[in-house]
T-cell receptor, first 113, second 113 residues
Framework: GAGVSQSPSNKVTEKGKDVELRCDPI?????LYWYRQSLGQGLEFLIY????????KSGLPSDRFSAERTGGSVSTLTIQRTQQEDSAVYLC???????????FGDGTRLSIL | GENVEQHPSTLSVQEGDSAVIKCTYS??????FPWYKQELGKGPQLIID?????GEKKDQRIAVTLNKTAKHFSLHITETQPEDSAVYFC????????????FGTGTSLTVIP
């Protein structure tokens, strides 16, 4: 497809379980961002990948959160030992390079019971 | 770091009237300012952006103005239509720190038919 694709679109899991969220960026985009959006709130930066450079992890809220980007394309965001406060929409965006327009996926709505 | 404030948080206008949303930023190094529209259940979509080397940019019914001295920028929507109803986010980033986009907290716009 032409846009950023995220899967799953919805995820419901029990507290304490691990979850993996996937992002397929637009082909050729070197920059990839993960954000978290809580209900009715703005976008909270989590992590940024640029090409083969070391990722900027400064926004990750705890060591339960991690992300990787394989082959400079697909990225996965992993949340270990989920807590109820992790419930939110997780958005992925990509751009041709940093500081250029970001294209967002429709997000994964994560609900922790 | 950068701090972006957005006002108002909610805005209701009659169809055909204009809507204005304002954002301020704190980091004078910020030089790229995109605006996003987010519809329910969707990811944010870029609607217009401006770089610090220009003061105004228009695209049909949408315009953005930038005042670098005062560190504020605004979104103007003219001849509003019901399909303009959505949440709008402003953001700021810098070429020097292009890893992060700093988002406002959003404005929920309702256009009343």
């Amino acid at each position: 497809g032409a846009g950023v694709s995220q899967s799953p679109s919805n995820k419901v899991t029990e507290k304490g379980k691990d979850v993996e969220l996937r992002c397929d960026p637009i082909s050729g985009h070197t920059a990839l961002y993960w954000y978290r959006q809580s209900l009715g709130q703005g976008l909270e930066f989590l992590i940024y990948f640029q090409g083969n450079s070391a990722p900027d992890k400064s926004g990750l809220p705890s060591d339960r959160f991690s992300a990787e980007r394989t082959g400079g394309s697909v990225s996965t965001l992993t949340i270990q030992r989920t807590q109820q406060e992790d419930s939110a929409v997780y958005l992925c965006a990509s751009s041709p390079q940093k500081n250029q327009p970001q294209h967002f996926g429709d997000g994964t709505r994560l609900s922790i019971l | 770091g950068e701090n972006v404030e957005q006002h108002p948080s909610t805005l209701s206008v009659q169809e055909g009237d204009s809507a204005v949303i304002k954002c301020t930023y704190s980091d004078s190094a910020s030089n790229y300012f995109p605006w996003y529209k987010q519809e329910l259940g969707k990811g944010p979509q870029l609607i217009i952006d401006i770089r610090s080397n220009v003061g105004e940019k228009k695209d049909q019914r949408i315009a953005v103005t930038l005042n670098k001295t005062a560190k504020h920028f605004s979104l103007h929507i003219t001849e509003t239509q019901p399909e303009d109803s959505a949440v709008y986010f402003c953001a700021a980033s810098s070429t020097n720190t292009g890893n992060q986009f700093y988002f406002g907290t959003g404005t929920s716009l309702t256009v009343i038919p």
